[in-house]
DNA sequence: AAAACCGACAACCGCCCCGTC
DNA sequence: AGACGGGGCGGTTGTCGGTTT
């Protein structure tokens, strides 16, 4: 079987996003959704595959994504469920919320991985840290972790399955170690307009131009019916945090 | 001061799963 | 039942900024 490419190879822009790039899909995705990434950038006017206008979403530009260091919390989490799931970011990443599953692989890669070899080699023994826990590990071996931590998996289910949309607080994290945007009501502490919050280097170009932008005729309106309740039902805090801009 | 090197992270690629027809 | 297509996932690469030589 051949399968259709997911975009045309040719003309289409690749690398990184233009903060232009970035205001076209923002404001398609929050008027119209996500109803088809292959068919979306054209009709949001980006010269994009529809697979790269996925990811700049998922990873960066929908709500609720937390930007910044990761908690020692976070990485006990991402440790022990590493340990128990290998690779499976998206899984680790259903367990920390507003974390994705890029941004865990890539700290798992360039510092987790890197910090507990380096455990392994330097100590034997006092768990008390992360770090000192991470030399109780046997041989690494870029997956045999076997890290004692006080977080077990156990409570990692429950304490998901109280909510299905876990706040941080949820978790116990302190949350004053990093800026975060986790919840509705914290879009509502940050003076209404999550886009204003200073950590999101990439949005706060978005609120300055949005009218701009919304007025752009590149984008047109999707040939489907969209059903618009299912969306906000979907991502309940669209309406009252995007629609703002309008 | 400039080149080389390195680390961090954004983005791409290709495969796989699953739903639909 | 199987072909097809969309979306998701994980591995890998590219790029950029900081550091070292």
Known sequence: MVRTPCCE???????????????????YITRYGHWNWRELP?????SRCGKSCRLRWMNYLRPNIKIGNFSKEEEEIIINMHQ????????????????????????????LRKHLKQNLKSSESKPDTLSERGSECKADSEQELELPSALSLQTLESSSTLSPVPSLSDLSFSSTEYSTVSSPEKFAELNGDFWTEPYVAGNSYIQENFQQT?????IQFPLYPLLLEDYFFTYPSYEDNYMEWF
């Open 9 to 27: 190879k040719s003309g289409l822009k690749k690398g990184s996003w233009t903060p232009e790039e970035d205001k076209k899909l923002v404001a």
């Open 214 to 218: 919304w007025g752009d005729p590149e």
């Open 84 to 111: 128990t799931l290998g690779n499976k970011w998206a899984s680790i990443a259903a367990k920390l919320p507003g974390r994705t599953d890029n941004e865990i692989k890539n700290h798992w890669h360039t510092n």
């Open 42 to 46: 054209k009709f949001a006017g980006l």
